[in-house]
T-cell receptor, first 112, second 116 residues
Framework: DQQVKQNSPSLSVQEGRISILNCDYT??????FLWYKKYPAEGPTFLIS?????DKNEDGRFTVFLNKSAKHLSLHIVPSQPGDSAVYFC???????????FGKGITLSVRP | GAVVSQHPSWVICKSGTSVKIECRSL??????MFWYRQFPKQSLMLMAT?????????EQGVEKDKFLINHASLTLSTLTVTSAHPEDSSFYIC????????????FGPGTRLTVT
């Protein structure tokens, strides 16, 4: 049973445009959500997070939106840059000191 | 920022031997560290949660006698793959949670294990 789903395996966008990466979850107990970026043969790098008490969190070019009623969150990257090309993982947690549940990831390619 | 290191970054071993992987938090203390395994084009699968000074908590389906975890200090956790077999070949990644921080986990660079 996959509790965090990233249904699109890949996304390709033009440099300078917006990248929108989607994530859905099924466990209503999740109260904290995170996005990680990962290059091949490297560990994931934390990007941005959002608590369930918020619906938006912004950090520079990265914005995460949370729709609790739809159990859906999205990561917006604008403007997209070629260096953003990587695999992006959505993760969720229930409560403090809890383990993270990851989605399968989405491969983003930003074309120059 | 928070830095987590892993050693070795890659290792090749013969079937039947044991391999130890170290995970260190370099600039923060971590009461909790996590060990993940990633197969090609798959998600990160949590293997176990390592708590400083106590026994690790293993996820369902993970053999605790095969994957020995020791968390002896607030900055070091080790994963030992005992009697390794080719099917244990994978990318092993650790993460650590800053005991002074929130929910974020900081990941190490990973260890590529190849068992021949």
């Amino acid at each position: 049973d996959q509790q965090v789903k990233q249904n699109s395996p890949s996304l390709s966008v033009q440099e300078g445009r917006i990248s929108i990466l989607n994530c859905d979850y099924t466990n209503s107990m999740f109260d904290y959500f995170l996005w990680y970026k990962k290059y091949p043969a490297e560990g994931p790098t934390f990007l941005i997070s959002i608590s369930s008490i918020k619906d938006k969190n912004e950090d520079g070019r990265f914005t995460v939106f949370l729709n609790k009623s739809a159990k859906h969150l999205s990561l917006h990257i604008v403007p997209s840059q070629p260096g953003d090309s990587a695999v992006y993982f959505c993760a969720a947690s229930t409560g403090a000191n809890s383990k993270l549940t990851f989605g399968k990831g989405i491969t983003l390619s930003v074309r120059p | 920022g928070a830095v987590v290191s892993q050693h070795p970054s890659w290792v090749i071993c013969k079937s039947g031997t044991s391999v130890k992987i170290e995970c260190r938090s370099l600039d923060f203390q971590a009461t909790t560290m996590f060990w993940y395994r990633q197969f090609p084009k798959q998600s990160l699968m949590l293997m176990a949660t390592s708590n400083e000074g106590s026994k690790a908590t293993y996820e369902q389906g993970v053999e605790k006698d095969k994957f020995l975890i020791n968390h002896a200090s607030l900055t070091l956790s080790t994963l030992t793959v005992t009697s390794a077999h080719p099917e244990d070949s994978s990318f092993y990644i650790c993460s650590a949670r800053d005991m002074q921080g929130d929910y974020e986990q900081y990941f190490g660079p990973g260890t590529r294990l190849t068992v021949t």
